[in-house]
């Protein structure tokens, strides 16, 4: 088949949707699928070469006609979709996703529509009611376009912008679960060269975040994180991996409350590397604080190299959690901290949590697995 991937951002960028598009593509590349790639022009449209030589790359970069943030009108994209048996849409993308519905709608539109619903549109400040105003006007028109919408998990959707819809066209929903590169992603000892670069001591216990700090971002938790940090042994380390333009008002917050010499900024760092980073974590946390937050592949990254997991009381992310993990009441440093000394104080624990986070990993959770199963819901799209 000839399959269109639309989506609002890509790597480099670090974000879920855009290497959940990418780790599906090489999926569906070896199943013999040719894929294309839209997606809106960032930077120059330089690609690192670990990500070319992850798949043979066919992306065609859009330039917006104005842009604002993640959202990017790419209305030059109608032309582009005419020759496709499936266009997969990843949702949330302002400028792009109206782009597609009008083409759905108003043309003689051949392909199949996809939409992979990633999570709501969550605004905070300004953005909230114009978030607000945008769903009221496209949720609907979302949901008739589509031919089938493909979600992370049934939790997250029954809690979601769209679940008035469910009962009225429960057939187009898919529960589709997202997955990690089980081999690249494994259980390693700690690598000494990071240990001695970040200065940390036998004694260290790690505590380990990953995720943007750009405003695109804000949902993660981290100011949660920092103020847990606070009420816990100096032993205890944050080690966070992540960039942005919230990087230096994070950076202010530890010197506040007299912590910055247990948190360690790491930087943006390559996914050729990152497994070293998980690998020398003790534990695995990202206490994000809204609906933004619909899974999470990190959880999943973290799982495959056998950490356990802190996750949020969130629809998505908890279900991630079984027996691998502990989850934590929303915005709550005081039960974050709580939940992050049970596991650091009980090695036992942490050490079971670990092992079932692997298996999971690797039996409901592999990127191979869900390429297999994407497959399927394309064929059987396309052949109804």
């Not at 043979?56 to 020759?83: M, R, T, W, Y």
């Not at 360690?264 to 690998?279: C, H, S, T, W």
Request: glycine letters at 6%.
């Amino acid at each position: 088949m000839r399959i269109a991937h639309i989506v609002s951002t890509y790597p480099p960028y670090a974000g879920g949707m855009g290497n959940t598009c990418f780790y599906e593509v090489k999926e569906l590349q070896k199943a013999g699928h040719e894929v294309i790639v839209f997606t809106p022009k960032y930077t120059d449209g330089v690609i690192p070469s670990e990500v070319k030589q992850a798949v043979e790359l066919k992306i065609i970069f859009l330039k917006p006609l104005f842009s604002v943030g993640n959202a990017a009108f790419v209305p030059q994209i109608i032309k582009k979709l005419k020759d496709f048996d499936i266009v997969h849409l990843h949702w949330p993308f302002i400028g792009g996703a109206e782009v597609v519905l009008f083409f759905k709608l108003f043309t003689h539109f051949k392909p199949k529509l996809v939409i992979q619903y990633h999570m709501d549109l969550i605004g905070f400040g300004l953005r909230a009611p114009l978030f607000y105003i945008y769903n009221c006007l496209f949720n609907s028109i979302l949901i008739r376009s589509a031919d089938a919408i493909l979600v992370s998990s049934f939790d997250y959707i029954r809690n979601s912008n769209i679940k008035k819809y469910i009962s009225r066209y429960n057939n187009k929903f898919i529960e589709f679960s997202l997955g990690v590169d089980d081999n690249q992603f494994s259980p390693k000892p700690k690598d000494i060269r990071l240990l001695e670069k970040y200065n940390f001591s036998a004694d260290d216990r790690i505590v380990l975040f990953v995720g943007g700090l750009d405003r695109a971002h804000y949902f993660k938790g981290l100011e949660v994180l920092l103020r847990a940090i606070v009420r816990m042994k100096d032993k205890i380390k944050l080690l966070i991996v992540g960039e942005g333009e919230l990087k230096q008002k994070y950076k202010r917050m530890a010197r506040e409350l007299k912590i910055d010499d247990r948190v360690i900024f790491a930087g943006r760092v390559g996914n050729k590397d990152l497994p070293q980073y998980y690998n020398l974590a003790d534990v695995f946390v990202l206490p994000s604080i809204s609906r933004s937050e619909a899974f999470g592949l990190v959880f999943l990254e973290a799982m495959a190299c056998a950490k356990p997991i802190v996750v949020s009381d969130l629809p998505g992310p908890r279900t991630l959690v079984k027996n691998n993990g502990l989850i934590v009441k929303v915005n709550d440093s005081h039960d974050l901290s709580r939940k992050l000394i049970l596991i650091l104080n009980n090695q036992p624990m942490a050490q079971k949590f670990g092992k079932q986070g692997r298996r999971l990993a690797k039996e409901k959770y592999s990127w191979k697995r869900a390429g297999e199963r994407l497959n399927e819901i394309y064929h059987d799209i396309v052949n109804t």
